[in-house]
């Protein structure tokens, strides 16, 4: 398979970075960012709009958003939970300010991880996310929806398709610019990824994009990427050096790395976008900021 493309969002700065044990600061996010943007990144999900006692990592949001560049060909995402969340996102494009360009939403795909996370059962986040989707949309800003834990909770174990399935159509009914499939606890296998993105892809016909975002927590991450992009996914998260976590899920380690999936999609003629020598530099920069290598193999075999 190959002249294929894909579009690469860069979520280091926030999932990447909101399990970080030691605040970062928002000097160093803000020029982490820049040299995303250097190395290729045009989309990039810069910050959480949550309650700073939940997740310290992300209290300076609105700082790190005021910081970035205001480039036409870059789209910034921020993560909402709720409708405070979304008029926090609002609230950085008041007086002509850029802001973000795009919330995303998040329904979990199981009700006991759901109320540790956002306080929700799966009834309670579709019913949530629908009420913010069309609040976003009456306001103006774009918006997408992710379905967690829909490869497996860390409290319920195994998540059925019918059930991820069922939250995909309750979603789609608000036209949402994109749903991902998130494994947040890095469960999945090649097999389950095609599967699940083949029977989604067949709900949705083309009506909505698909979006996959994979942890590597078993290993399994970037070849559940290639069945992805087999099921027809062409937009995919990935995490400078594989760094992230859920706060919320134990032993949930990183995000499938930036590095690793472009080498993987350029080695099979498939175009991310992105320069991997300036993204493997820029992993060797930020681990000399945090004081350890990364997770990501490419880089480590650079």
């Not at 036209?175 to 890095?186: M, Q, R, S, Y």
């Not at 979006?211 to 927590?217: L, V």
Request: net charge negative.
């Amino acid at each position: 398979m190959s002249g294929g493309t894909i579009e690469l969002v860069e979520v280091g700065p926030r999932d990447g970075l909101q399990n970080e044990p030691d605040i970062i600061a928002t000097a160093t996010k803000n020029e982490l960012i820049a040299r995303m943007i250097g190395f290729g990144a045009r989309r990039l999900e810069v910050a959480s709009f949550v309650h700073p006692a939940r997740v310290p990592q992300m209290a300076d949001a609105e700082a790190v958003i005021a910081g970035l560049p205001d480039r036409a060909d870059c789209t910034y995402v921020g993560l909402v939970l709720n409708k405070r969340g979304v008029l926090r996102a609002l609230a950085t494009r008041e007086g002509g300010a850029r802001g973000v360009d795009q919330i995303g939403c998040v329904v979990v795909a199981s009700d006991t991880f759901g109320q540790k996370n956002q306080g929700q059962t799966i009834e309670q986040g579709i019913a949530e996310t629908r009420e913010m989707l069309r609040f976003a949309r009456a306001e103006g800003i774009r918006a997408q929806v992710t379905i967690s834990a829909a490869f497996g909770c860390p409290f319920e174990g195994e998540v059925k398709h019918n059930t991820v399935l069922a939250i995909a159509e309750a979603i789609a009914e608000e036209a949402p610019e994109e749903i991902a499939l998130a494994d947040t606890i890095g469960v999945g296998t090649p097999w389950e990824a095609g599967e699940l993105f083949g029977k989604l892809g067949g709900l949705l016909a083309g009506r909505i994009p698909m979006r996959a975002h994979f942890h590597n927590t078993r290993g399994t991450g970037i070849a559940n990427a290639w069945e992805a992009y087999k099921a027809g996914v062409r937009i995919f998260d990935a995490s400078l050096g594989g760094l992230g976590g859920c706060p919320f899920a134990p032993r949930a380690t990183g995000n499938i790395a930036t590095e690793d999936l472009v080498y993987m999609m350029q080695r099979s003629g498939v175009d991310a976008g992105i320069d991997l020598g300036a993204a493997i530099a820029a992993n060797k920069w930020f681990a000399e900021v945090l004081g350890r290598d990364l997770p990501s193999a490419v880089a480590r075999a650079a």
